[in-house]
């Protein structure tokens, strides 16, 4: 409800802002984004579905959800291209694209430039890493898929820049081979992410999705998981063997 009345008051203030002079006008694609129905705007939660778009990338024409197919896939987004945190991200995930491949993990990312700027910048992230990019980087200077997957800032929205867009925060979605959103991490423009922690959630959930448990805290592949609470403990011990009941509700065990 915060949401939708924000969204109106900045969308009245922008068509205000000729009148008045007190706002810049707003380019086309950021009136088109808070001219349609707030109904229609996707509601990002777990477990709902990624919304589908078109999109052009370093890699050629793409549709998200063809692009995903039956992998597992995460999309992070970037605020610009030859920006210093953002030549570092897309480094780090480029060094461990065989560590992704094992995990049957699509990498996809996004940055808020055209795609020839794109491409010089790939060429930097390659001699800065010492590595190879080869997932595809989304081109998405008109915020098209940042807006449709709310990677803005609201402080940015309140304080438009001069060229009426706003500048997309670094957001990580983790989606699954049903289309479904497993995760989402949202960091500000001004702190870099953990590429380990990010294939440490995957872990987590392709385990948990095989072996119906969950992971505790700094869960690690190879550490004791957690018996959900919906099994009880002689089901349990017929399912997995030896479980360790530290609370009736806190069980652990191997697998």
Not at 123 to 148: C, G, M, W
Not at 163 to 175: D, L, M, P, Q
Request: proline residues 6%; positive net charge; aromatic residues 10%.
């Amino acid at each position: 409800m915060a949401s939708t009345i924000a969204s109106q008051t900045i969308f009245r203030a922008f068509r205000a802002a000729p009148r008045t002079g007190l706002l810049p006008r707003p380019q086309p694609a950021f009136r088109r984004f808070f001219a349609a129905n707030v109904s229609e705007q996707p509601r990002l939660r777990l477990g709902s579905t990624a919304p589908n778009f078109k999109a052009l990338t370093t890699k050629g024409e793409i549709d998200f959800h063809e692009f995903i197919g039956k992998s597992w896939a995460i999309l992070f987004s970037h605020p610009a291209d030859f920006t210093p945190v953002c030549t570092t991200e897309l480094g780090a995930f480029s060094k461990l694209k065989n560590e992704f491949d094992k995990r049957g993990v699509k990498m996809i990312g996004l940055s808020a430039n055209d795609i020839s700027s794109h491409g010089e910048w790939v060429k930097d992230i390659n001699e800065v890493a010492s590595t190879n990019v080869q997932f595809p980087i989304i081109a998405d200077a008109d915020r098209k898929v940042a807006f449709l997957y709310d990677m803005i800032d609201q402080q940015d929205l309140d304080n438009i820049d001069q060229k009426g867009i706003a500048f997309t925060i670094r957001s990580v979605f983790i989606i699954d081979p049903t289309k479904k959103i497993r995760l989402t991490m949202m960091y500000p423009a001004s702190t870099g992410r953990n590429s380990a922690e990010v294939l440490r959630v995957i872990d987590s959930l392709q385990t948990a999705d095989k072996k119906g448990v969950t992971t505790p805290i700094d869960w690690q592949v190879g550490d004791d998981v957690i018996v959900p609470p919906s099994v009880s403990t002689p089901d349990a011990k017929k399912k997995f063997g030896e479980v360790r009941e530290v609370k009736p509700y806190l069980r652990y065990t191997k697998i």
